[in-house]
């Protein structure tokens, strides 16, 4: 039973198409995440709630739109996307912080604009 | 703000032999620090972590690392290496409490040569 699933695993879509990732944990965890993993492997935070209040948003275009309908769900909207979009998007979550805790992450979403 | 630093990006070893991935770290107060390995195709899985205690940190799949203050360091080892062992390595730090942002290092990439 996977912890933290995304879906879909691969999404490939032509530049200013409007796009969105799922994220679900069944792990009762009350914080989750967004994050971007470019092609050099860099990792960087983009949004974090907790119980469905945002806490943390990153200088991320206003292009991407996190939503959380509840504090075991957290999807990303991306509108008009563009070819500097592409890379990994990883879910993750943590009970409390997760610079205390640690991070579960999910599989991720490998995104590929063309 | 915090930093880290891995200075290795690449780092080839012989099966069965040992192996220490180096993680510097940079900040202006007490934090909290983590190692993650990433399997390719997969989401980042937490090694091990370091709050406070014992400088010596087991983690999971026979890893350690030991934190030194004086030295910003948080070294990750394993006395013999496996070829499953073959994977990106992400340390992270962390200024802990609330919701402080977790920082990762730009990874190091184990390779196990059989």
């Known amino acids: 039973d996977t912890a933290v699933s995304q879906t879909p695993k691969y999404l490939v879509t032509q530049m200013g198409n409007d796009k969105s990732i799922k994220c679900e944990q069944n792990l009762g965890h009350d914080t989750m995440y967004w994050y971007k993993q470019d092609s050099k492997k860099f990792l960087k935070i983009m949004f974090s709630y907790n119980n469905k209040e945002l806490i943390i948003n990153e200088t991320v275009p206003n292009r991407f739109s996190p939503k959380s309908p509840d504090k075991a769900h957290l999807n990303l909207h991306i509108n008009s996307l563009e070819l500097g979009d592409s890379a990994v998007y990883f879910c993750?979550?943590?009970?409390?912080?997760?610079?205390?805790?640690?991070?579960?992450f999910g599989s991720g979403t490998r995104l590929t604009v063309v | 703000a915090q930093s880290v630093t891995q200075l290795d990006s690449q780092v080839p070893v012989f099966e069965e032999a040992p192996v220490e991935l180096r993680c510097n770290y940079s900040?202006?107060?007490?934090?909290?620090l983590f190692w993650y390995v990433q399997y390719p195709n997969q989401g980042l899985q937490l090694l091990l972590k370091y709050l406070s205690g014992s400088t010596l940190v087991k983690g999971i799949n026979g890893f350690e690392a030991e934190f030194n203050k004086s030295q910003t360091s948080f070294h990750l080892r394993k006395p013999s290496v496996h070829i499953s062992d073959t994977a990106e390595y992400f340390c992270a730090v962390s200024e802990g409490g609330g919701y402080q942002k977790v920082t990762f290092g730009t990874g190091t990439k184990l390779q196990v040569i059989p």
């Open positions: 993750a979550s943590s009970q409390g912080t997760g610079g205390v805790y640690g991070y579960t």
């Open positions: 900040s202006s107060v007490s934090v909290y």
